[in-house]
């Protein structure tokens, strides 16, 4: 009788450890992959300013943040512009189209960043990237409107502002494509929010922040 209890006293401490070790092995994937991960915030505007000396005579970018615990390495980025498809069944006709649904149907091309190489981005550490709308893929940009279509690859090249707001419909959506320096795999980060033309502001950025100053002297 008492080895029946000693055996099942056995059994249960064995269960116990197993299920210890079990979440233990689960904090510790939790912190690793959850609670120290990196993470990218976007700037929710894009920042333009009056550069003569660039060939659309605006430079207009985007502002990242690592706001993980954990650097990232070998960061590109990918910039994808987005056309509303207006639906022509007549219930949705008095719908306003929305750039950002993801019930609504939008042809799509990648346009040009300035993909100076980032090696290497901290935690809290902050990088701008400039949007250009020459280089475009021509058969991308096929089956947009003519109008839009224009807009893309001309000389000099249109700024991003005049390409969203030749045609309604237009938003941009950006990806940052980065290593974890830890468990060395590639991770993809997706901005939810998609940028549209108002979104499109003449100002700046403070230093080593996503905070915008708008430029009141226009």
């Known amino acids: 009788m008492a080895s029946k209890g000693c055996d099942d006293v056995s059994w249960l401490s064995t269960i116990l450890s197993a299920l210890g070790a079990l979440l233990v092995a689960f904090l510790i994937w939790l912190i ?18 009056i ?3 660039l060939p ?35 219930s949705e006709s008095s ?36 949007f250009k709308t020459n280089g ?7 089956r947009f409107p003519q109008t839009l279509r224009n807009s893309f690859n001309r ?20 990806f940052i494509s980065a290593t974890d320096v830890v468990s060395r795999t590639r991770k993809v980060f997706v901005n939810k ?9 003449r100002g700046a950025f403070k230093p080593d922040s996503l905070d915008f100053v708008p430029d009141e002297s226009s």
């Not at 190489?117 to 990237?129: D, E, H, N, Q, W």
């Open 155 to 174: 000389k000099p090249p249109l700024s991003l502002n005049s390409v969203m707001t030749s045609v309604p419909g237009c938003s941009i959506r950006m």
């Open 56 to 90: 659309s005579g605006v430079n207009e970018y985007a502002k990242i943040r690592n706001k993980g615990l954990r650097s990232i390495i070998n960061v590109e980025s990918v910039c994808i512009f987005r056309f509303l498809i207006k639906e022509s069944n007549e």
């Open 193 to 201: 929010t998609d940028y549209v033309s108002d979104d499109i502001q």
């Open 95 to 130: 719908r306003k189209p929305d750039p950002h649904s993801e019930s609504d149907k939008h042809l799509v091309c990648e346009i040009r960043t300035v993909r100076v190489p980032i090696p290497k981005l901290k935690p809290g550490a902050t990088r701008t990237i400039t």
């Open 51 to 53: 550069d003569p000396s």
């Open 32 to 49: 690793q992959n959850k609670i120290f991960a990196p993470r990218i915030r976007w700037s929710k505007e894009i920042a333009f300013d």
């Open 136 to 142: 475009v893929e021509e058969d991308q940009i096929q």
